[in-house]
């Protein structure tokens, strides 16, 4: 037995094990401790390697870019209390729901402008799935578009900035960025990425997915109304009754969540704050929209404070966890065996390219995106960066990638949200299925910004370089 072998049992054990519902933090740290353990008494791994973790932790504690987690959740959980999710779908849905797909069309752009100021996932897509979905099952649209449509724009919150896998990302991709430069002999990055860097280079993206989704439920509207049918106003219990809404009214509705997303997403791209300085600042913006709206009391911020704790504290415990596991596996050399798989492949750099995108689509199946950022990204991003790939690039892809895990069938997270809320007349398959196409655009989004990367490195260099 090699040391090698034992470094990829220990990863095929960790997995296993997150599959079978152990908690995760416990899971990826116990794992890594119990073989370090193993490995020693073989003569395969020597402890003292782990004098180094308190190290990681301490740099964990002092990454200023992580401060900013609990900020965002803090925000877009406070956003998610002030009803603002409920107000924009009723004045969107009274703008478009007059024609063939409109209600569709509103909401993808309610899930594009909760993305770009809650970016929570969860709360996203319970909250357009309660509202949106009755209303869309009685204007007699298919349940599959309807589905579909609720949990893809839910998920755009991942991927359009500010968003918390582009921070976590950003703090992962420095370390890379790193031992990229050492595995090529150079003492410092060339292309050194941050979270600023990578909102930048997300914004394009993500308003690309916005388009794809905005033109498919286009063209399905032309092609088969039938599907997407319009909202009707007549004086029958069977019909969707709907009102107008001037511009003024719309304006009140959107003009909050939009200056929000001015002042945070502007202030970091403008280079007026950090990313933690503006999560502060959007975090007291929340807090006053809260305020104006009414929705705002002991009750709600002692709500809003515990949830916040609650997930800022599983990502960072995972973070932990994650820090020992990334160097046991190192210590077993099982980053040199990556390294020289990946860089002995034939076809060269597209070949790696494509088997990290493809395992990392393959593990959204069953993985989080935390673990799969904390686990796998660590492993393989330095040699794809090191094979000359731009780490913004990178990073925007295996975050488009990421977001895809979401949506995909039988463990996408959006789907067990779904699934919470909906009705029983809506068939867990029915939802698995309208999804399909949406994971269809999501890969011909990677491809084009495989294909033209200047969608993810153009904005960034205009900005900063």
């Known amino acids: 037995m090699t040391s090698e072998f034992l470094g990829f049992t ?28 193993i490995g020693d008494y073989l003569e395969l791994f020597n402890l003292g390697i782990l004098s180094l973790y308190p190290l990681r932790i301490f740099g964990v504690m002092k990454a200023e870019t992580l401060v900013a987690v609990p900020l965002f959740v803090f925000m877009g959980v406070m956003l998610e209390k002030s009803n603002i999710a409920f107000k924009l779908l009723e004045a969107m849905g009274k703008l478009f729901g007059r ?47 309807s589905s579909g449509l609720i ?6 919150g991942q991927i359009i900035p500010p968003s918390i896998v582009l921070v976590l990302l950003a703090d992962i991709l420095q370390g890379a960025n790193e031992q990229a430069s050492e595995l090529k002999g150079e003492l410092v990055p060339d ?27 286009i063209i399905l509207a032309s092609i088969n109304p039938s599907l997407c049918p319009a909202l009707v106003e007549k004086n029958h219990d069977d019909k969707v009754h709907i009102q107008e809404i001037n511009f003024p009214q719309l304006l ?44 705002f009391n002991l009750e709600i911020l002692k709500i809003v404070s515990q949830e916040t704790t609650k997930i800022s504290s599983m990502v960072f415990i995972i973070l932990i966890g994650a820090s020992m596991f990334s160097l046991v596996f190192r210590g077993f050399g099982g980053d040199v065996v990556v390294e020289e798989f990946l860089l002995n492949l034939p076809g060269g750099t597209i070949s790696a390219m494509l088997i990290v995108m493809a395992i990392i689509f393959f593990l959204g199946f069953f993985l989080d995106f935390i673990e799969i950022i904390f686990v796998v990204v660590p492993i393989v991003s330095p040699i794809l960066i090191a094979m000359g ?77």
């Open 252 to 295: 009140k509705i959107i003009l909050s969540p939009l200056i929000l997303i001015i002042v945070v997403l502007g202030s970091i791209l403008t280079g007026i704050a950090t990313p933690t300085e503006s999560a502060a600042v959007g975090a007291v913006g929340a807090t006053i929209i809260a305020i104006i709206s009414r929705q």
């Open 191 to 217: 292309n050194p990425v941050t979270a600023i860097d990578l909102f930048a280079g997300a914004l394009l993206p993500g308003l690309l997915l916005v388009g794809l989704y905005l033109v498919y439920q």
């Open 151 to 156: 949990c893809a724009s839910g998920t755009l």
């Open 10 to 37: 220990m990863f095929g054990v960790t997995m296993i094990t997150l599959l079978l519902g152990f908690p995760v933090a416990l899971t990826i740290a116990g794992s890594a401790l119990i073989f370090a353990l």
């Open 99 to 145: 024609r063939a797909g409109g209600l569709g069309i509103s909401v993808i752009i309610v899930g594009a402008l909760l993305a770009a100021s809650t970016g929570i996932v969860g709360a996203t897509v319970v909250t357009m799935g309660l509202m949106s979905l009755p209303v869309m099952t009685k204007a007699g649209y298919s349940t599959r578009l």
């Open 389 to 465: 790939f731009d780490p913004l690039w990178l990073g925007v892809m295996i975050g488009i990638n990421l977001q895809t895990s979401f949506l995909t069938p039988p463990f996408g997270f959006s789907l067990f949200y779904l699934r919470g809320v909906a009705s029983k007349e809506i068939k867990t398959k029915d939802i698995y299925l309208g999804v399909m196409p949406f994971i269809g655009i999501q890969i011909l989004g990677l491809s084009l910004i495989w294909i033209f990367p200047q969608i993810v490195l153009w904005l960034p260099y205009l900005i900063f370089k």
